[in-house]
């Protein structure tokens, strides 16, 4: 049940001010939740609450005299509540206060109450201007922290956008600089083993010629012309020439001496021959 409907149960003139006061309180302290008394700023807004309560219970009072016609007891109560801190209140007590005045044909006081009337239903237009103007203060500075977000956001990923670029071309580049040193090595490589076949061709050439030198050196010696001479001689009679051993120990280091670099390469090559295997080797080749 609300303030105003308990005032109209109970008369006002035979309430006992006690009983009113008791009253008040009680639904202030139900309306504003009791247990907030426990600090200083509860205990003022408590304070605000129960006078706003009061102011409130007085208009409401004084329209119920007003509509009793006992207008001396409306005036002292809407009086009373024209003096709240509230606008709201003091603007409704102005108004009702001209109303009194004017049916009882006191203009004079009345036009003054219409004009305080006037005066605080500017202050509650003003207030409501004043509302609207920082609600829409609060949109636009909500809109602009969100611009501001939504270009902060654009630039970071703008300059994330940059820096992923910068990176994949300094990879790009780098991969580009590796390939190109990679395919260059390479070509180097291949030259090189270009000139290292050429270089062990032309080295084969070289000792190719080396042993032909050597074994027209060796074909000049005076135990080649006689081994051919021992060759080329009637082998049907009985009287065959043949090489003695003082003979072939020099025929030995002839060929020691004029194939000593195709001895050394045959040893280097690791072939397994002994220098009796060499020897006729070489007598074979002579002797074809």
Sequence with gaps: MSIHSLLTVFPVRIMNQSIAFFLIFYLSCIATSCDSFGSAESANNQKDIWEEHADSINLEKGKIFIDHAEFSSARVYLLKSAASNSIRIKTESYLHLNSLEVRLKNYDTALIYLQKYHENALLIYQQALESELKIQEQHL??????Q?????????????????????????????????????????????DTLIESKKDEKKSVTY?????????FMQTPIYKKIKQLENQNKTGNDILILTYEKQDHLQRELKRSFSNFINDLEKCGAKLTSNDINSTLTDCFSM
Excluded at 141 to 146: P, T
């Design 148 to 192: 501001q977000s939504s270009k902060k956001l654009l630039v970071a990923f703008l300059i994330s956008t940059i820096l992923l670029l910068l990176i994949l071309r300094i990879i790009y580049l780098q991969r580009k600089k590796i390939t190109i040193f990679s395919r260059h090595k390479r070509a180097e490589l291949k030259k090189l």
């Design 209 to 217: 010629t080396a042993y032909l030198l050597q074994a027209d050196i």
């Design 141 to 146: 500075e909500v809109k602009n922290i969100q």
